[in-house]
T-cell receptor, first 115, second 114 residues
């Protein structure tokens, strides 16, 4: 069975701190895709990144970076120099296909960044 | 503008009163699905559709129906809503199995069943 675990329910940091959101997944598939979504207080879901199981290269996009390690079944997300606008719920998700159909979501991590 | 729209955005209703939440996309996507989001549970898939007239159950289909008569529309039907269906609902769509494609989510519908 597929499963995504986000052990951190809530994280609070002060602006400019770095923060890492953990994501551990379980799957028996050899091909799979991992996603991160952001849900700001306004409620919409914002796609952040997709990574396939054959690409373990770390990804950096501005202040955001992702570390994918198949050996530990983890796909962690780091925000560098956090800002108040980063306050949101972040979801890690797993899918069998690259379009992200039938996503299996983790329970989410609520990040609060204070000024 | 490419988008997924849902209506209504907010709905308060009473137990047993049939309701429909509409979902429409303008991107000619084959794949559409419905998720519900509950505190502490994340998002869970209710139903999905691979194309017109093709629908299947997700992880939590009980109490819901869907239809896909047109490619752009995928309504979620609650024949007899109950309080445990109080939730935030998201519709999503995507091209099926296309490289570098992402799933587009609607803005969400917050449903309260009294």
């Amino acid at each position: 069975a597929q499963k995504v675990t986000q052990a951190q329910t809530e994280i609070s940091v002060v602006e400019k701190e770095d923060v890492t959101l953990d994501c551990v997944y379980e799957t028996r598939d050899t091909t799979y895709y991992l996603f991160w979504y952001k849900q700001p207080p306004s409620g919409e879901l914002v796609f952040l990144i997709r990574r396939n199981s054959f690409d373990e290269q770390n990804e950096i996009s501005g202040r955001y970076s992702w570390n994918f390690q198949k050996s530990t079944s983890s796909f962690n997300f780091t925000i560098t120099a956090s800002q108040v606008v980063d306050s949101a719920v972040y979801f890690c998700a797993l899918s069998k296909d690259q379009a992200g159909t039938a996503l299996i979501f983790g329970k989410g991590t609520t990040l609060s960044v204070s000024s | 503008e490419a988008q997924v729209t849902q209506n209504p955005r907010y709905l308060i209703t009473v137990t047993g009163k049939k309701l429909t939440v509409t979902c429409s996309q303008n991107m000619n996507h084959e794949y559409m699905s419905w998720y519900r989001q509950d505190p502490g549970l994340g998002l869970r898939q209710i139903y999905y559709s691979m194309n017109v007239e093709v629908t299947d159950k997700g992880d939590v289909p009980e109490g819901y129906k869907v239809s896909r008569k047109e490619k752009r529309n995928f309504p979620l039907i609650l024949e007899s809503p109950s309080p445990n269906q109080t939730s935030l609902y998201f519709c999503a769509s995507s091209l099926s199995d296309t490289r570098d494609n992402e799933q587009f989510f609607g803005p969400g519908t917050r449903l309260t069943v009294l």
